[in-house]
């Protein structure tokens, strides 16, 4: 029979209100008029002639029997000491004489009450602690290695406190706990190295080691005593929270007990208010440790905390400056370079280098560059699908990626932790780093798998767990952990990198702007220069015609004259041209429904007047309506269908055809002849101003047309194409959408 247990039954333990104290002191709780509200039992295993009802009586009777002789009223001085200057850590603790016994009195504010605790002073205990503490801590801090250190404090505090095993213990992130320093009698087996799963020390009780930094367990065996009160029904049990008696939850001691220790002590050790670990005692017989040798040990934890903290501190800030001085190069990168991708991926340093992974990728604009190890292609082509779908934060880290995504198992060797920064979602653009699987061998006390028992009633409870030998469990699928100083480094790429993008795309804005500036002065010059040029070139033309009729010239001069006309006719035509062309820059398009079909004939009737001795079989098929300029899609077609006439006029038959198609939302055309067919090397230029092919020499034209094609067609957001095969013949494709 198996049993999926919660372990968190033991989280919900009310571990702070047990009703109960440790029988090794007695404890009395008085509100602020000092009359006696709780107190322990045993109260009279101690103090023999107390009055047999205490409860409900003044603080002074107890005292009136503690000291006869003298004065009462001692302790409520102290509490009203206490409450005025507002500390108690002063007056703790105050120290008596009671029938030739030394006891210490504890005294702690709790809600609306006062706690006093009266524990024994041990005499052994009463050496010069001061200098032994004095000379721990110089020990302790003797060694700058940090394993060292943790030795150390862990031999310093058995010598204190004289138990026979003293363990420095560290939480893991999960909670569970790895034995990493440890001092015990020579007979001891080693703990050293075994971890203990996270419900062993249950969430509330690592909260109470954050408030009481020392915790005594003087005795498993011993039978606590019952505090008491004088509410009827069910009172407010009282909270001993901060106290130093309060009996133990009876899972922890039968996890003790299970153990064969008996007593525990414990000091905690924290870093940055959180608990970091504890220096666990254990002692195999019953033993008491007085109030004074628990303030030292904890002096010792307090010590050795500050040094951890100090030390990781140190080492945090080391790891941190190095990745952040890559951010740092990476930046200035990508503010000196025009491609952010260069600067990502070309440099001294990588995106590689703001973590500690051993591969990374950057998506980045279509593109897919790797550093180090990272997945194969199809490996890593699955993983960025799951990126895009899955992981809807800009920040995601892991460090057990198969566990959410289990096809990561096949690359676990590559990639069992990730870190993935989102650069855009919608474009897909990422930057991913990896770590490789880190086989972890962790040798647990006791099998962390098999913590609950079914007690006879058949009722599933937790019991602490009876089997404490070393069992082994090997952790796959998992990579070293992300620190906090490799997301901080991720985090501040991601801001650098945004900040980039946004300058970089604010710069290529302002070249536009400036750009399309240019651009209209440039169609303005054009215009004025061509519109200029015209006027000389009509007197130039007309003085020559002029001549030309002047008998007294001689015939080769005459030709020479007729010449210049001939070629002020072209000059002229060119000009008109570039007008034209510059003209279409200048011009909004107005749109109207333009019908095709007679604007074509129109068209092939005058070209048939300029080549009227050809036989042209001319097809004209479907003539779909374009929505466009009226005027500007008419220059379209007279250019396309006056070339392809033009260029064919050598093929017999010269077969020229026309014919259009509604597409999904517009039109497309093509106009197909037989005739030169263009150099695929030739193709990319034809539409540029100006340029003809080096075979149409002895055809006129001025290489405009194709450019005025284009300007217009992508003027009305279209699209212009051309298939072509030389000495075949070519079709150009026009493509116009319907406006939105
Ligand atoms: P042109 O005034 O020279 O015809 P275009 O701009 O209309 O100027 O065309 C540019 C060049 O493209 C032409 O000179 C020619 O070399 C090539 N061309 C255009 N259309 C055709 C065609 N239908 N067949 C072969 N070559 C063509």
Redesign the pocket.
């Known amino acids: 029979m198996s049993f999926n247990v919660d372990l968190n039954n033991c989280d919900r333990e009310p571990i702070h209100i047990p009703g109960q104290i440790q029988p090794h002191g007695f404890l009395i709780a008085v509100d602020d008029e000092f009359i006696i509200r709780y107190h322990s039992e045993n109260v009279s295993d101690f103090i023999q002639g107390l009055p047999t009802r205490l409860l409900g009586k003044h603080l002074d009777e107890v005292e009136y029997v503690l000291y006869p002789s003298e004065q009462t009223g001692y302790i409520s001085q102290l509490i009203t000491l206490g409450k005025n200057t507002k500390t108690f850590e002063q007056i703790n603790p105050f120290q008596f004489e009671f029938n030739g016994r030394d006891y210490y009195l504890i005294i702690q504010p709790v809600n609306d009450l006062y706690l006093l605790e009266f524990e024994l002073v041990t005499a052994e205990m009463s050496v010069d602690m001061q200098k032994m503490i004095g000379r721990s801590i110089s020990e302790m801090l003797a060694d700058k290695n940090l394993q060292n250190l943790l030795n150390n404090s862990a031999e310093q505090v058995k010598k204190v406190i004289g138990y026979d095993r003293v363990m420095i213990y560290r939480f893991a992130a999960d909670g569970h706990g790895e034995v990493i320093a440890e001092a015990k009698n020579n007979h001891l087996e080693p703990w050293l190295g075994l971890h203990y799963p996270a419900s062993d020390i249950p969430k509330q009780a690592r909260e109470l080691y954050k408030l009481n930094f020392t915790r005594l367990i003087a005795d498993v065996n011993a039978i606590p005593s019952k505090i008491i009160t004088l509410a009827d029904g069910e009172p407010e049990p009282l909270d001993l929270t901060c106290s130093q008696l309060r009996a133990v939850s009876p899972i922890h001691i039968q996890y003790l007990k299970n153990m064969e220790v008996g007593s525990s002590f414990s000091i905690s050790l924290l870093y940055k208010g959180e608990l970091w670990g504890l220096i666990a005692c254990h002692n195999y017989t019953p033993r008491y440790i007085d109030y004074k040798a628990r303030e030292s040990s904890k002096l010792i934890g307090q010590i050795l905390s500050s040094a951890l903290e100090f030390r990781q501190d140190e080492e945090s800030q080391h790891l941190q400056d190095r990745l952040f001085a890559s951010v740092d190069k990476l930046s200035k990168h990508m503010q000196r370079s025009n491609s952010i991708e260069d600067a990502l991926s070309t440099q001294d340093v990588t995106v590689l280098d703001v973590t500690y992974a051993e591969g990374a990728v950057l998506l980045y604009e279509n593109n897919l560059i790797s550093f180090g190890k990272v997945p194969a292609a199809d490996d890593l082509n699955g993983l960025i699908n799951w990126i895009k779908t899955d992981i809807t934060d800009t920040f995601f880290s892991t460090d057990h990626l198969s566990k959410q995504y289990p096809a990561a198992l096949a690359f676990k060797d590559v990639a069992s932790g990730i870190i993935v920064s989102t650069i855009s979602k919608e474009m897909g653009e990422y930057i991913i780093w990896f770590k490789p699987e880190q086989l972890q061998h962790i040798t647990w006390a006791g099998n962390p798998e098999k913590p609950a028992e079914v007690d006879s009633s058949g009722i599933l409870t937790i019991s602490p767990r009876k089997s404490f030998e070393a069992w082994s469990e090997t952790v796959t699928a998992r990579s070293a952990a992300w620190s906090n100083e490799e997301v901080k480094a991720v985090i501040r790429l991601k801001e650098e990198l945004t900040y980039a993008i946004n300058q970089k795309a604010s710069a290529i804005r302002l070249l536009n702007e400036k750009l399309k500036q240019a651009y209209e002065e440039l169609d303005t010059f054009s215009f004025t220069i061509s519109h200029d040029l015209k006027n000389p070139l009509s007197v130039i033309k007309s003085y020559s015609q002029l001549l030309t009729r002047d008998s007294s010239i001689r015939p080769e001069a005459q030709r020479v004259i007729e010449r210049i006309v001939d070629r002020t006719n072209k000059m002229n035509y060119m000009i008109n041209e570039v007008l034209d062309y510059s003209r279409i820059g200048r011009s909004d398009i107005n749109f109207v429904n333009v019908e095709v079909g007679p604007m074509v004939n129109e068209i092939l009737k005058d070209l048939s007047l300029v080549y009227s001795n050809a036989t042209i079989q001319l097809t004209i098929g479907e003539t779909p309506d374009i929505q466009g300029d009226q005027v500007m899609i008419s220059q379209v077609f007279a ?1 396309l269908l006056s ?2 006439v ?2 064919s006029q050598k093929s017999t038959p010269q077969v020229v055809n026309i014919e259009g198609k509604a597409t999904d939302n517009g039109v497309l055309y093509q106009i197909k ?1 037989n ?4 150099d695929i090397k030739q193709l990319p230029k ?1 539409f540029e101003l100006f ?3 080096d075979d ?1 020499k002895d055809i006129e ?7 005025i094609v284009k300007r217009i067609v992508e003027k009305h957001r279209g699209k212009i194409w051309v298939d ?1 095969e030389p000495g075949k013949g ?1 079709t ?1 494709f026009v493509e116009f959408s319907n406006p939105a």
């Not at 005739?675 to 263009?678: D, E, F, V, Y």
């Not at 034209?701 to 450019?707: D, H, K, N, R």
């Open positions: 250019n070339n392809a033009k260029y002849d005739g030169l067919g263009i034809i340029n003809r092919t149409v034209g001025s290489g405009v047309g194709l450019a072509s070519s150009f």
